[in-house]
């Protein structure tokens, strides 16, 4: 007797699963297409509604064109739960939770004002365009890059920390060198915001030392601020070229999730068989 994991899916819901996950068939490319432009559309109404000209003469349109997309929308995500083995999988998912966020906000909307124009959250479901022109390496390195960061996250932490107490320690020793003589190193805090300024190259400009030894120090601290800019690219770099792998675009029809390696069987996420037809033509 097969496990829940492993029982087929309907007919129905197999189909569904195609047209909505898969990009590789014509019904399933046609499906992305239509959700790319009806996104871009939601977007942008979104964006023109928050034009006060334009709402005041288009506010009836502005109304109905996002009831009405959020509609589409939410019937979509409903769909998305029902052909999956584990809707709660999906969900939490990383499109799971953008595809929530898509439409939440206009129920929100009813109770609390002004949430709508979070909708523009939209925009980042056009990263699905990726699949339709089966450009799936390019997601595949922006997972590459996420995994990453996060398998650096703790060198990158002991990095922060070290240059926490660095710019503690410059703006403690600016703010004795200039205290007096400069009346914008008033206090140790605004002297570590001036050194946090200078050592990320960003220079705002609004305090400057007057004095030459201040400005010796601030010269080297510009000069630091370039190392420090370089020691985290470094760490996520090296992280990155260890991660690197090759992957495709085939969804899983238990969690839904995507980027698989090119010569998987079995789901990364989940561990459900990729191609469950084959293993019944078997």
Same mark, same amino acid.
């Given at each position: ?15 569904? +699963? ?13 499906? =992305?297409?239509?959700?790319?432009? %009806?996104? /871009? ?6 964006? #023109? ?10 506010? =009836? ?37 953008? $595809? ?25 479901? %056009? ?7 089966? /450009? *799936? +390496? ?12 996060? #398998? ?31 009346? *914008? ?20 400009? =609004? ?22 800019? &370089? ?12 991660? @690197? ?5 085939? &969804?899983?029809?238990?969690? *839904?999730?995507?980027? +698989?390696? $090119?010569? #998987?069987?079995?789901? @990364?996420?989940?561990?459900? $068989? ?9």
């Amino acid at each position: 007797m097969a496990t829940e994991q492993h029982e087929r899916l309907s007919p129905l819901r197999e189909k569904i +699963h195609d047209i909505i996950f898969e990009a590789e068939t014509p019904a399933g490319k046609a499906f =992305d297409v239509g959700l790319i432009f %009806l996104i /871009l559309f939601s977007v942008l109404m979104v964006m #023109a509604e928050s034009v006060k000209e334009l709402q005041e003469v288009y506010s =009836d349109f502005f109304f109905w064109a996002e009831m009405v997309t959020t509609g589409i929308f939410t019937i979509e995500y409903i769909l998305r739960l029902w052909v999956v083995r584990s809707p709660m999988r999906y969900a939490t998912s990383f499109f799971g939770i953008v $595809d929530l966020l898509a439409i939440l906000p206009v129920y929100l909307m009813f109770f609390l004002g002004g949430t709508q124009f979070f909708l523009v959250i939209r925009a980042l479901r %056009l990263m699905r365009i990726f699949r339709i022109f089966k /450009l *799936g +390496h390019f997601m595949n390195e922006g997972r590459v890059i996420i995994e990453a960061m996060k #398998a650096s996250r703790l060198k990158i932490s002991i990095f922060l920390f070290f240059v926490l107490i660095l710019v503690t320690i410059i703006g403690s020793v600016m703010y004795v060198i200039e205290g007096e003589s400069n009346p *914008g190193f008033t206090s140790i805090p605004r002297s570590i915001y001036w050194s946090i300024v200078t050592l990320t190259t960003v220079g705002f400009g =609004d305090i400057v030392p007057k004095t030459q030894f201040g400005q010796f120090l601030s010269a080297v601290v510009m000069i630091l601020g370039y190392a420090v800019i &370089a020691v985290p690219t470094g760490i996520v770099s090296s992280e990155f070229v260890a991660k @690197k792998s090759s992957s495709n675009t085939k &969804a899983c029809y238990n969690c *839904g999730e995507e980027g +698989h390696d $090119d010569n #998987a069987n079995y789901c @990364k996420y989940c561990g459900e $068989d990729l191609y469950p037809e084959r293993r019944r033509e078997g």
